[in-house]
Each structure stands twice: as structure tokens, then as C-alpha cells.
């Protein structure tokens, strides 16, 4: 029953009672099982947001959910009229954004029994829009579900999580990661085992690096950095490397991205079409989609600078690991060699020290901080001895 439940992976505790409340959304709206407002919170890659939209195709699909129907299908690419899903490539969404969603999301279901909102990035809410979609989640429309994402119960405004049922999500395992790589994505068992550990139980980073090979390139770069921070000018340079390499995948991912995009819009304007007021609205249009992916490559580079700090991250884990002799379960186990010689001549407890000024350059960012200077500040204090 419910196969789009099938790929959350590691999250058995949770498929349990999105189960449960499926079938209460079918008994009676008033059950105890099943409430207008949820929110999933986890770790990046712990599939929040795949959690979110399976329990939304569970909801309207008229098999609970079996993953291959016109509902389930549409409501999982976005083209379902009942099933809102929201994802922002902006760093906030503003208050408007939650106005219009509000009057669009007011009528009833026109399909299935449930109007259903998911917000992959309820963290994103400005004040006033939270509060703006506070007052939705208070007197719902009978038939209306919202299922907001966060990475922390903190990341939401406590009003409205105080009105929400709560599901925390788990970081899966090694273990289930590889599975899943191996038998879903056919990627072979050595790579699997690799990518999983890398990315640490973050399914789409491991996906992405067990089948990208330039990704899997500049992951090697930056886990060099530490071995080259034996000056406080090598340490500038390693900051601004670490930002050029960051900024060369986002831009590797957005590129084609971007121009298929604008083709696209371009189409739907009818590309060659004459006259004026077409010519312009395009013209217009265009700009804005370029608005909007100047602002999208922005965050890209975030993410991407924030994906090689976990790297840097995962380097002096490793040579705790190799300090205390418990190598088995190392990360870069291909860095082997240089992270054993690196270890005999660190101190001992240094390694946590740098983890935790990553971890600080992390929080730094994630609040929207210079990103170069950041970098600098971090790795002139890695470089310290
Ligand atoms: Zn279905």
C-alpha cells in the first residue's frame, strides 16, 4: 500500500503515521490522525520535502497514494490543481508571495478531497509572512493541508508550530544510502560506498557525487586545502580558491539550467511571433526569469560553499578518527595516506577545535555573511598552530 512512501529512505518511523493519516483523510476530516498542518523538519538530504510531496500524493491519489496515477504524477511535477508545492530559489519569501498563495489556495478542491500546500523552505518566511500564513493555518478551509519544511522546529515561527504536528526526520545511514544508490540508481557498490560516506547520509549530495565526475574532482581540491596552509598567504589563497571552486559547480549546474529556461519562456511567448505588444511582454518576461536566476545563482554558490566547508568538515573528523585509532569508519578513506601523515603531526584535540571554527564559518554564512571574508577568517584560523 502507498508505494510513494517506498523511497524515503531510513524514515520508517514516520511512513507509519502518514499512513495512518491517509486513511483517517478518508474516514472522517475530524479524526485525531489526520490535522489541517504539519511540519517535517530534518537535516539537508534527509528528504523533508520528498516526505512533504509523497504525503500530499497520498492524499489526493485515489489508491492512497500509488505513484503511478495521473494524480500522483502531476501532484509530484507541480501540474496539479490541488496540490500546491512551493519552492523559492530566493533567500526569503516574502509577505505578497504568502498573500497570493492565500487567495489562490481560498476555494475548494477541484479534483480530490484535499487542497494541499507544501512550503519545501518554511524557514525562508519573513516575519510578516509568517504571520501573514499564521492566520491561514488558524481557521483552515476545511479541506486545506499544509505541509511546511524546515531544517529545525526553531527555524519556524513558534505560533505557527505551536498549530502544526511535528515530524522529524533521521539522518539515514551509510548503509541505507549505499542500498539505495546501488539498486535505484544502478551506481556500483564501490562508488556507492564512497558517495554515501562522503556525503554523509545526504542522499541527493551522494547521488550527485557518485554520478559527477567533475563534482567528485572538486570535492578532491578542496580536501587538499588543509595540507596547504602553511602560511598565512597560502591561507588567503586557499579561501579564495575554495570560493572560485564552490563558484565553478554552482555555475556548472545553472549554466544550461538557465538558457533552457529562457528557451522555454521564449516558446511560450511564440518565438518569432511579430508584433509590438508581444515583442515587449517577452522582452519583459525575460528580464524577470534573468532576475530571478541572477538571484538563484547566488544561493547556488551558497550552497555550494557550505557543501565544500561539510567536506573541510569531514577532513579533521578524520584525523580524530586517525588520533584515536579508529580508522574504519573514516570518510575519505581514498586520502589515506596524506590524512595518517597530516594526524602525526597535529596536535592532539586541534582536529575538534577546526571543526568547530567550520561549523562557526557555516552559521556565519547561513546568516547571509560576506562569503570571501568568511572563507579568509576560517582558514587563516585553520592555519593556525
Ligand atoms: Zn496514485
Not at 478518508?26 to 509523497?54: I, K, L, N, Y
Not at 509568517?130 to 478551509?141: C, Q, S, W, Y
Amino acid at each position: 500500500m502507498s508505494p510513494v512512501f517506498d523511497d524515503l529512505v531510513g524514515q520508517e518511523h514516520i511512513i507509519g503515521i502518514l499512513k495512518s493519516a491517509v486513511v483517517a483523510s478518508r474516514t472522517s476530516s475530524d479524526s485525531q490522525e489526520m490535522t489541517h498542518a504539519w511540519v517535517f523538519t530534518g537535516p539537508p538530504g534527509s528528504g523533508r520535502s520528498s516526505a512533504a510531496v509523497a504525503f500530499a500524493q497520498a492524499l489526493i491519489c485515489p489508491n492512497q497514494g500509488c505513484g503511478h496515477c495521473n494524480e500522483c504524477q502531476s501532484a509530484a511535477t507541480g501540474g496539479h490543481p490541488d496540490v500546491e508545492v512551493i519552492r523559492t530559489e530566493e533567500l526569503s519569501i516574502k509577505v505578497e508571495e504568502i498573500r497570493e498563495l492565500l487567495t489562490r489556495v481560498a476555494w475548494a478542491p477541484s479534483i480530490g478531497g484535499w487542497r494541499v500546500v507544501v512550503m519545501e523552505d518554511a524557514d525562508r518566511l519573513t516575519e510578516s509572512a509568517a504571520n501573514a500564513l499564521l492566520k491561514a493555518i488558524e481557521e483552515p478551509g476545511t479541506r486545506t493541508v499544509w505541509l511546511l519544511c524546515a531544517p529545525t522546529l526553531h527555524d519556524v515561527l513558534p505560533t505557527i508550530r505551536s498549530r502544526c504536528r511535528h515530524l522529524q526526520m533521521r539522518t539515514p545511514s551509510i548503509y541505507a544510502v549505499t542500498q539505495v544508490l546501488i539498486k535505484c540508481d544502478n551506481i556500483s557498490p564501490t562508488m556507492a560506498d564512497f558517495a554515501a560516506r562522503a556525503s554523509q547520509g545526504h542522499i541527493g549530495r551522494a547521488r550527485y557525487l557518485a554520478t559527477n565526475e567533475s563534482v567528485r574532482s572538486i570535492r578532491k581540491v578542496i580536501l587538499q586545502l588543509p595540507l596547504q596552509l602553511g602560511s598565512l598567504a597560502a591561507a588567503f589563497q586557499a579561501a579564495q580558491n575554495l570560493i572560485d571552486l564552490a563558484t565553478e559547480e554552482a555555475n556548472a549546474s545553472s549554466e544550461s539550467r538557465n538558457e533552457k529556461e529562457i528557451e522555454k519562456l521564449q516558446e511560450a511567448y511564440g518565438k518569432g511571433a511579430t508584433g509590438r505588444g508581444m515583442a515587449t511582454g517577452a522582452a519583459k518576461a525575460v528580464k524577470e526569469l534573468e532576475k530571478e536566476q541572477k538571484s538563484r545563482a547566488t544561493r547556488m554558490v551558497r550552497d555550494s560553499i557550505d557543501g565544500a566547508l561539510l567536506d573541510l568538515a569531514t577532513f579533521y573528523r578524520d584525523v580524530m578518527l586517525v588520533q584515536s585509532s579508529a580508522t574504519e569508519s573514516m570518510i575519505n578513506s581514498d586520502m589515506r595516506d596524506e590524512i595518517e601523515g597530516f594526524a602525526s603531526s597535529f596536535p592532539a584535540h586541534a582536529a575538534a577545535q577546526k571543526m568547530s571554527a567550520i561549523l562557526e564559518a557555516r552559521k556565519h554564512l547561513a546568516m547571509n555573511a560576506a562569503p570571501l571574508v568568511t572563507c579568509e577568517a576560517l582558514m587563516c584560523e585553520l592555519a593556525r598552530k
